[in-house]
Structures are given as structure tokens and as C-alpha cells.
């Protein structure tokens, strides 16, 4: 009568995350389609901020130097990508064994939709301290001005 029917697998995930494994499987990963909808443990972080006058972009990158780092523009995208190498150094196989492992290590590279009117020729990045500031500024003709009022 219920041959028909499969068995599902019930196992609960094991270990002091297993809420969160639980979680991640019912829920699918988000998109980039929003700074706050990245995907868990993408690197490096990136905050984005605008004034009048530009677009500031942090990478928060620890860890690394300005050399293992590079940022690009191309038809409004900034791409930010390198690599991480490992904090601890191989001795050899056999000689060490991981039991958890939660810095990332190795390629990565990041993508943002940058708004239209900026100057990416005249863009600026410094780095220190494990932070990149990107200085993307605004074209003069999209610039506020302020036009003085005169009484008549």
C-alpha cells in the first residue's frame, strides 16, 4: 500500500551549530543585488558611503597588504580581488590537523554596481591598516550648486 512513498532522511545536523546548518539548508543564499544580501562569509567586507562631492568605498581586507590587493573599474563595477594566503604555515603532510577552520583562505573577488556620474578616471585607493578606501568622485556637472538669489 505505501510502496510508493520514499523515505526521507531526518537526520539533524550535529554539533553546536546545527540551528544554523538547519537554517542555512531551508533557506537559500541571497544575491548580491543588495549590500546587505550577500552571502555569509564573503571577503572581504565592503562598506559604501556617498557625500556630495563622491562614492567612498571601504574593504575591510585584515590581514593583507596593498600588494595582494587589486581594485578595477569597468562599465560601472568596481571589482575588488586577490588572495589570501594561509595564517599558519604548512610543516608538511601529516604534521597538523585542522579540527576548524573558519578564516578563509586563498582567491577571492568582490563586485559592485557603482552608481552612474562618477569620474573613475580621477579615482584614488589608499590602504592602511587592513582597510582599502576606494575615492571615486562625482563628475563636476552632477555636483550640487548652490545659485545665489538676487533681489530685484
Known sequence: MFGDLRRFDTRRPQGEDWFRQWLDGMLPEAGAAHIR???????PMINVGRTDDA??????????????????VQDNVLTVSGRRESAVADAGEGSRTD???????GEFSRSLALPEGLDVERAEARFRDGVCEVLLPKREELKPRRIEIQAS
Open 37 to 43: 544580501s550577500v552571502p555569509r562569509g564573503s571577503f
Open 99 to 105: 579540527f576548524r577552520r573558519e578564516r578563509f583562505q
Open 55 to 72: 562614492v567612498r568605498v571601504y574593504v575591510f581586507a585584515p590581514g593583507l597588504t596593498a600588494e595582494a590587493l587589486e581594485v578595477s
